[in-house]
């Protein structure tokens, strides 16, 4: 027979974790906060912590600019057998080369991952450059398409200061990046160089004709197939948004007022709380997160919410309530005392089981952690302690979309979304609907939407637009028109 619950053990775990659990006011506090911020960011304040950086980019797709991109004399772009769309992305821990092939209306892709080694994700820039420019050359000699001029979108996912569609200035690594001597340097620059670098003799002719974080290629995607998205959303490795913000409502806006009145902004909310903002609801937990981290002391709701982290914080509570003896009568599991050893799909799966069913909870413990000897006690307090994590982050994310939202003040909003956490955790998603409906203003109603690929099909074809007029008009017109043929 299964041994019962042990209620005064299990309450004893609750109270020790109880500022794991954020109630509404603290979170209304929270969107309280994060808006003044926001708002430092639109007007350039230098203390601004979530920067709010200008795309450029000042439409979403609509059939009306698939029309004028035709009207644009495209069409044999992208109707000529073989025109070849090329897209790299980097911003996890792999990097991924894309590419697509276009025959009259079909379009074909291919794409790699190649993993990028721990000790290339730290130190000289050059070394990390030279490794993509490594990939994207094998990609290419793999594809036999040596001595083509292949136009390249690149999508980076890291806060940049953008000068153009080509031109990002690095502001600060995060996700376990740190090249620190690429910060402050134009990543195009380096890219091309590294280019140059690696394929000049072997005839590789790779142009970086555009940059875009992930947001904002996650909002292009997904505004394609929904007109009302103007949201776009990650919650992977990292955690950020972008939205479709009003020219005048930003005061940084360099005056020029034409149609559309309207720009995308690439917020950079993983930044909040690195001036302290966040301190009324971080845990013991999140500060050893923190300390133990690359970068102390920055990404503060980044390090609450997002996939890189939230499984740390995890172990980071698990750990304690082991050495408060609360959990396995004190005695630590193998591998558990280990950093970064829990990892945000241990949580997913954790989740996964419902109240009093711990399938999933034991086949962690005993795969990941060795640990076959528990009691059901241990089993509900890591149920329950796992919960906590991630309602949290889930609540946290809320409180950031519900700020935008009552922001934008529209009707109806679309919130295009993509990240792994957000994809494959079994409640986020709903838990996050869930609280927004809750925080957004009265009459306001919306709607998440996955987008299929990322940002990677829609990225693929900005590549294409220095065929047409340089300008932002082309980039979401190819975006639009790569959702319409993939
Ligand atoms: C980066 C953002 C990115 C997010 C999701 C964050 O760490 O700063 O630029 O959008 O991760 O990938």
Redesign the pocket.
Known sequence: MIAPIDEKLLAKANQLTKELVLDNDKLRTVMEFLLKECELGLRDDEAATVKMFLTYVRNVPSGKEQGQFLALGRLDIILSPRFLGFYADL??TNFRVLMITLKGDDAKLDSDIYAIPQEIMVGPGKNLFDHIADCLINFIVKHKLESKKLPLGFT?????VQYGLASAKLV?W??GFDCPDVVGYDVVKLLKEAIKRKGGKKNIFVDVVAII???TGTLMSCAHRNRECRVGL?????????YMEDLQKIEKWPANYTEPKQVII?T?W??FGCNGMLDFIRTEYDRKVDENSLNPGR?IY?KMV?G?YIGEILRQALVSLVNAKVLFDGQMPKNLDQKYNLLAKYISRIDTDVYKSYTNTKYVLEKHFAKSNYTVTDLEIIRETTRRVSHRAASLVSAGCAVILNRMERKHTVIGYD?SLLRYHPHYRKWMEEKIKYLIKPNMTFDVMLSEDGSGRGAALVSLYTKCNKSILCLHSLIGRCRFLC
Request: some cysteine; glycine content about 20%; hydrophobic content about 25%.
């Open positions: 911003g996890g980076f996912s890291f806060p940049c600060t995060t996700k974080n992930d947001t990650i919650v992977g490795t990292g955690c950020n948004a972008c690439n950079e993983g930044a990404q980044e997002s890189m990240g």
